[in-house]
């Protein structure tokens, strides 16, 4: 991303031009080590920061002028970051067969240990111990997604009428019951439509280049 | 069992393909569609199996999975584990060939204005929707006040601290299962 500084971790700095595109050897067995491990090891929050220090910094497999521009698109994009970056960087590795591999070691051990868990749940939920366990640990999930709620609006609140946005999608959900791709199909166009570019002296602050969260 | 199979994979590869801003903001249609739609589980046990997919390892949407396993069960077994199988590639493949043809003309627009105007719109949407999902999923679990406290406990400390989220759902089932059994 030409123009845009930023702070290079240290491990990074020596002998490493962000800008050298260096096309890596890597092997699919190397591509599903380690989107088997980010799988079984990513829980949410904090995940795309994890996995450019993975590829980037530590095992050099993508450049940031790389990288970014992966995780400007998915964001973009439906679907979570992890999952798509998943196919992003294996798409750059080794072409269709790396995203498919990257993919597939990403899903696959969350797939068979859920399906555990599930089984656990629906043989055991119903005792007095399950109930008791399950209200603690959805009390924590409702913290957490509130904690969410927080973070994706201080992200996304850059005028009052963002606060709008915000509540007249809640609004959809909440009182007209409408499925997520309509209340995005009615409010999406209002939403572009309000950030639309606009000429130089009204341009809101610059928010940054796809940060990296 | 096929009807309920095709209306996993429709539903799901239609929020697959909405879900902007990452796989939560996709909860409130799918606990309306499992609960009030399919009938597949009650609404304490669509919470339930969203905590479970909280608290277990992988890409928070793996409540899809735990979704397909449930609509299936009554087939048995075998059929429930096909059903988790539909969810999670109706929920996973879609987006995830978006991505990948996607990345092939990204660089024709990535330095497009519009390219922010898409994200700064997207971003507002995607809080509402986590809003309405936090409202779902707390209308139907909280009901004491001692629950209460821990998920305004819970809230602080992911706010303010940097706990680790699963060691905290981990310590609160604990705390729970010693205080409220």
Redesign the interface.
């Known amino acids: 991303m030409p123009g845009k500084a930023r702070h290079p971790d240290p491990e990074e700095v020596a002998g490493f031009s962000p800008s050298t595109s260096l096309r890596v050897k890597v092997s699919l067995l190397e591509i599903a080590g380690l989107f088997c491990f980010i799988?079984?090891?990513?829980?949410?929050?904090g995940i795309t920061a994890y996995i450019r220090r993975m590829v980037v910094t530590q095992k050099r497999w993508l450049t940031d002028d790389e990288f970014m521009?992966?995780l400007?698109?998915?964001?973009?994009?439906?679907?979570?970051?992890?999952?798509?970056l998943s196919?992003?960087i294996g798409?750059h590795l080794k072409g269709?067969i790396g995203?498919v591999v990257a993919?597939g070691s990403?899903?696959v051990?969350?797939?068979v240990?859920?399906?555990a868990?599930?089984?656990l749940?629906?043989h055991a939920?119903h005792t007095?111990?399950a109930h008791?366990?399950?209200?603690?640990?959805?009390?924590?999930?409702?913290?957490?997604?509130?904690?969410?709620?927080?973070e994706?609006?201080g992200?996304?609140?850059?005028g009052a009428f963002?606060?709008v946005?915000?509540?007249?999608?809640?609004a959809l959900?909440?009182f007209a019951?409408l499925?997520?791709?309509y209340?995005?199909l009615i409010?999406?166009p209002l939403?572009?439509w309000?950030?639309?570019?606009r000429p130089p002296k009204l341009k809101a602050p610059d928010?940054g280049d796809s940060t990296v969260s | 069992m096929n009807k309920t199979l095709l209306q996993l994979a429709g539903l799901f590869s239609?929020?697959?393909?909405?879900?902007?801003?990452?796989?939560?903001?996709?909860l409130?249609?799918m606990h309306?569609?499992s609960v009030g739609e399919y009938h597949w589980m009650t609404s304490q046990e669509f919470?339930?199996?969203?905590?479970?997919?909280?608290?277990?390892?992988?890409?928070?949407?793996?409540v899809v999975?735990?979704v397909g396993?449930?609509a299936c069960?009554p087939y048995g077994?075998a059929i429930a584990?096909l059903g988790?199988?539909v969810a999670?590639l109706a929920m996973?493949v879609p987006?995830?060939i978006?991505?990948?043809f996607?990345?092939n003309w990204?660089?024709h627009w990535?330095e497009s204005?519009?390219?922010?105007?898409?994200?700064?719109?997207?971003?507002?949407?995607?809080?509402?929707?986590?809003?309405?999902?936090?409202?779902i999923?707390?209308k139907t679990?909280?009901h004491s006040v001692p629950?209460?406290i821990?998920?305004?406990?819970?809230?602080?400390?992911?706010?303010f601290t940097k706990i680790?989220?699963?060691l905290?759902?981990?310590?609160?089932?604990?705390?729970?299962?010693v205080f409220?059994?």
């Open positions: 799988g079984l090891t990513s829980f949410g929050g521009p992966g400007g698109l998915v964001q973009l994009l439906p679907g979570a970051n992890v999952v798509g196919v992003y798409n269709p995203s993919l990403l899903l051990p969350p797939f240990s859920t399906c868990l599930g089984f749940y629906f939920g007095a111990d008791a366990v399950l209200a603690g640990v959805t009390a924590a999930a409702c913290g957490l997604m509130a904690s969410m709620v927080f994706a609006g992200e996304a609140i850059k963002d606060v946005l915000i509540l007249i999608t809640f959900v909440r019951h499925h997520v791709p209340v995005i409010v999406a939403a572009i309000w950030h639309r570019p928010t | 239609s929020l697959s393909l909405s879900a902007f801003g990452g796989g939560k903001v996709v409130p249609s309306q569609a919470v339930d199996l969203f905590s479970i997919s909280m608290a277990a390892p992988g890409p928070s949407m793996m999975t735990l396993l449930k069960l077994p584990i988790a199988l999670t996973f987006s995830s978006l991505v990948y996607a990345g990204w660089d990535k204005p519009w390219r922010h105007s898409v994200m700064n719109a997207i971003l507002p949407i995607s809080t509402g929707l986590i809003l309405a999902a936090t409202w999923i707390t679990s909280i629950t209460a821990m998920g305004i406990v819970a809230l602080a400390l992911m706010l680790n989220p699963v905290m759902m981990g310590m609160a089932g604990l705390i729970s299962w409220l059994r």
